[in-house]
């Protein structure tokens, strides 16, 4: 059983950048597909990006062309690297991670991923 830590929310201006970084106890993160998730006042429950084993990635459109998700094998840590960041961007982001065989599958639904961290909380102001 692996568990999920966040770490990097802040509280920043519009425009600012931010990486968060997800950390594991437990078995590698290498083994699992990694996604950020967020939840706010006017965002709900909505994947943010997610990657798989080898580092493929995808983000959702609300973010596409800002953010970004990256793994450090050696670390073991994911990233979510934010930049151009707006106030609707304000929420709590959570990691996620599900056990997986093969490296190239990426994860969309919240219901795919077994393991949650407890989220850190990112706002930006006007």
């Known amino acids: 059983q692996v568990q999920l830590i966040e770490s990097g929310g802040g509280l920043v201006q519009a425009g600012a950048s931010l990486r968060l970084s997800c950390s594991a106890s437990g078995p590698t993160l290498n083994e699992y597909a990694v996604g950020w998730f967020r939840q706010g006042p006017k965002i709900e429950h909505e994947l943010v990006c997610t990657?798989?084993?080898?580092?493929?990635?995808f983000c959702n459109d609300p973010v596409k062309g800002r953010f970004s998700i990256s793994r450090d094998k050696i670390k073991n840590l994911v990233y979510l690297q934010m930049n151009s960041l707006k106030p609707e961007d304000t929420a709590v982001y959570y990691c996620?991670?599900?056990?997986?065989?093969?490296?190239?599958?990426?994860?969309?639904?919240?219901?795919?991923?077994?393991?949650w961290g407890q989220g850190t909380q990112v706002t930006v102001s006007s």
């Open positions: 996620a991670a599900v056990g997986v065989r093969f490296e190239d599958i990426y994860y969309y639904l919240r219901s795919e991923f077994d393991f």
């Open positions: 990657v798989s084993r080898s580092g493929s990635s």
